[in-house]
């Protein structure tokens, strides 16, 4: 069965939205807002669903194209995904038709590629494709191939489709990654559940998102437990059962807010926030000099009153998490063309990260970018609107967060990139006050 069908994949929205968005910046936001579920987590347990024949129910899951997509990715495969109502995803992985991830899904979403470890280790194998994604680096998968042959599965590359297939069980083993990496932990982790024996995975990411991945399969019946703060140690087992499992809130969208008040001397209140997982970030904006408050599960930020002057540089570096994430470097790049003096920023995760600054540039800010890895912002600059151009995610959420601050009107091309990670992005602003809103792909 597991061979490559004839078969062309299509995934389309539902209803297409224009592809630009329009804003008229130098409004503080203000108000209340309340933060998804993590993108990088529900791509994962929805994922981690097809583990077992039972049903799995998952709330609190953010309402975006990636997870839209991943939906689709399952049920090509023949898995019941049921969307009963928004943030609810219920999956049945009973019966699988094809072990197969065709080029077309997994360029759209480089996350498919975390289907290889659970289709692997239940099913002995899979064709899946190398993935796509955004443009930030190269971003090769060789960790997760290296890993999954470390429990022994048979892994050719042929045409740009990994044939993966495991002679009996996987097994387990000893797991060394060269360097952190978050859905390579996340595969092996998958992959180990179902596996014979004992893994060790070791450096094992610690992003909060993949704690929760492993409190999913704990729920399912896994033997799954994070023993030191860099490993975390699998005993497989024959069978998982269903389980239902709520979404951790999402630390790079309550990042993403909370510099939209920063940058347009707002005030925010961010609920269904843990403000535990943006510890990196809150230390950059004490020594940008803005004040934040966090409690249980709320986070309160006030800029308002704040002039530039009060706002000081400081340099950042990303890194794996506890270290400020490389998903958040674009959005404190802009809060930080808001401090005064010169910020160093390190890019530590991806080589081609900072790119982006480019487009940042022609809203006035000041910025030199040296290499790959490094830029210099000389701050503080007045924003000024500006038409730019998305060309990732991350960077389109922070060419917003600019636009938000700038003077006058801003055109920025290329939402779709946003939508595929940030859940209402345009209302969730409208309500804090912001003038943005969709319009078709022209000046
Ligand atoms: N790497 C390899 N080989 C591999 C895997 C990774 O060389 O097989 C390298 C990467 O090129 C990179 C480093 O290892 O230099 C770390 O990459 P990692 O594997 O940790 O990244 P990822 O798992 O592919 C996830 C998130 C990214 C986030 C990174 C880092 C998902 C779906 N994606 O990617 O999120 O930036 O971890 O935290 O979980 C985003 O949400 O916008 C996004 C890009």
Redesign the pocket.
């Known amino acids: 069965m597991a061979d490559a069908r004839p078969f062309h994949w299509e995934y389309h929205p539902e209803t297409p939205r224009p592809e630009t968005f329009r804003i008229e910046g130098g409004r503080p936001l203000r108000g209340t807002v309340n933060v998804s579920g993590a993108?990088?987590a529900a791509?994962?347990l929805l994922a981690a669903a097809v583990l077992t024949g039972e049903r799995c129910r998952l709330e609190n899951v953010p309402e975006i194209e990636?997870v839209r997509v991943m939906a689709e990715v399952l049920r090509d495969l023949g898995v019941v995904v049921d969307h009963p109502e928004t943030g609810v995803y219920e999956i049945a992985a009973g019966d699988v038709d094809w072990l197969f991830i065709p080029l077309e899904a997994a360029a759209k979403?480089?996350?498919s590629?975390?289907l290889l470890g659970p289709l692997l280790t239940r099913f002995g194998r899979v064709i899946i494709s190398n993935p796509g994604?955004?443009r930030?680096?190269?971003?090769?998968?060789?960790?997760?191939?290296?890993a999954m042959r470390a429990m022994g599965a048979e892994i050719e590359y042929r045409n740009g489709y990994y044939y993966a297939q495991a002679p009996g069980r996987l097994r387990g083993g000893e797991i060394r990654f060269p360097?952190?990496?978050?859905?390579?932990?996340?595969n092996a982790m998958l992959a180990a559940t179902l596996a014979d024996g004992h893994t060790v995975i070791r450096p094992a990411?610690q992003?909060p998102?993949v704690d929760d991945l492993a409190a999913f399969l704990c729920e399912m019946g896994a033997d799954v437990e994070r023993t030191y703060p860099d490993t975390i140690e699998v005993h497989g087992t024959r069978r998982l059962r269903g389980a239902t499992h709520r979404v951790l809130p999402d630390r790079?969208e309550t990042g993403t807010f909370l510099i939209s008040a920063a940058v347009t001397g707002g005030t925010m209140r961010l609920e269904n926030a843990a403000c535990k997982h943006v510890g990196a970030l809150v230390e950059v904006f004490e020594k940008v000099g803005i004040p934040v408050h966090c409690a249980d599960t709320t986070i309160d930020i006030d800029a308002s009153g704040l002039t530039p002057a009060d706002l000081r540089a400081c340099d950042i570096e990303t890194a794996?998490?506890p270290g400020l994430?490389?998903?958040l470097q674009s959005p404190t790049c802009v809060l930080l063309t808001q401090a005064s003096g010169t910020s160093r920023v390190h890019e530590g995760?991806?080589?081609d990260r900072i790119e982006w600054l480019g487009e940042l540039r022609k809203l006035g800010a000041r910025i030199d970018i040296e290499d790959t890895h490094h830029a210099a912002i000389h701050g503080p600059s007045q924003l000024r609107g500006a038409e730019v151009s998305i060309s990732?995610?991350?960077a389109g959420a922070s060419l917003i967060l600019a636009a938000l601050a700038a003077q006058g009107p801003s055109l920025i091309h290329g939402a779709h990139h946003v939508e595929?990670?940030y859940e209402n992005i345009d209302r969730k602003f409208q309500q804090l006050g912001a003038s943005i809103a969709r319009s078709a792909d022209t000046a």
């Open positions: 993108k990088n791509l994962k990636d979403m480089r996350a590629f975390i994604g955004d930030i680096g190269r971003r090769p998968v060789n960790l997760h191939v290296d360097q952190v990496t978050v859905m390579g932990t996340e990411a992003e998102e790079i794996p998490y994430a490389t998903d995760v991806f080589e990732d995610l991350r595929r990670g």
